[in-house]
């Protein structure tokens, strides 16, 4: 059973910064990646940012030069600090987990940027 804990959601005003963070735990093998993914109402789910074991990132456009993704392997945590947030990144966060075997979603942390 894998499990994953998010925190660090909240209201921030247009221009502010927020961490997010998320923590997996359980039995986890042969972790290829993880990362963060954003549904905001009425849209699809799509991607922020992603971060491999290796340490290489992938950022949605969106994200590039705002958010900065990071990664403790030894503790199987992965952060997204995001700066300079905007009304259009209200939405809920999910923390995911690539292993070679299968994919697991956190629960979800509501980020919600308005004035």
Do not use: H
Not at 21 to 48: D, H, N, T
Not at 52 to 76: C, E, L, P, V
């Amino acid at each position: 059973q894998v499990q994953l804990v998010e925190s660090g959601g909240g209201l921030v005003q247009p221009g502010g910064s927020l961490r997010l963070s998320c923590a997996a735990s359980g039995s986890i093998f042969r972790i290829v990646l993880m990362g963060w993914y954003r549904q905001a109402p009425g849209k699809q789910r799509e991607l922020v940012a992603t971060i491999t074991t290796g340490g290489y990132t992938n950022y949605a456009d969106s994200a590039k030069g705002r958010f900065t993704i990071s990664r403790i392997n030894a503790k199987n945590t992965v952060d997204l600090q995001m700066n300079s947030l905007k009304p259009e990144d209200t939405a809920v966060y999910y923390c995911y987990l690539r292993t070679s075997y299968s994919n697991y979603w956190g629960q979800g942390t509501q980020v919600t940027v308005s004035s």
